[in-house]
Nanobody
Framework: QVQLVESGGGLVQPGGSLRLSCTASGSFFSINVMGWYRQAPGKERELVATVSSSGSTSYGDSVKGRFTISRDNAKKTMYLQMNSLKAEDTAVYYC???????????WGQGTQVTVSS
């Protein structure tokens, strides 16, 4: 069974930085896409960024130029480096794994990121 565990969330001041990690456990096919999504109170869950197993990346418009997604396939771990954080980045951040061949989708439990002075 595949499980995703996020870490690295917390409280940070505007303009600060945080690095989120997501580690996958269990067996799954190597061709996949991992991503970060976030959900703020009263809002729908939105895409933050994705990275494929081949290294291709994509970003939501609101985080382009500030956030960087990466992954270490050997460690089954994905990262999100968040710089120049704003109050509107405050949300629960969820890790996502999508298997290309089977179509299966897995979610982590989420980690809270709060940007406040």
């Amino acid at each position: 069974q595949v499980q995703l565990v996020e870490s690295g969330g917390g409280l940070v001041q505007p303009g600060g930085s945080l690095r989120l990690s997501c580690t996958a456990s269990g067996s799954f096919f190597s061709i996949n896409v991992m991503g970060w999504y976030r959900q703020a109170p009263g809002k729908e869950r939105e895409l933050v960024a994705t990275v494929s197993s081949s290294g291709s990346t994509s970003y939501g418009d609101s985080v382009k130029g500030r956030f960087t997604i990466s992954r270490d396939n050997a460690k089954k771990t994905m990262y999100l480096q968040m710089n120049s954080l704003k109050a509107e980045d405050t949300a629960v951040y969820y890790c996502n794994l999508r298997l290309i061949v089977s179509g299966a989708i897995y979610w982590g439990q989420g980690t809270q990121v709060t940007v406040s002075s």
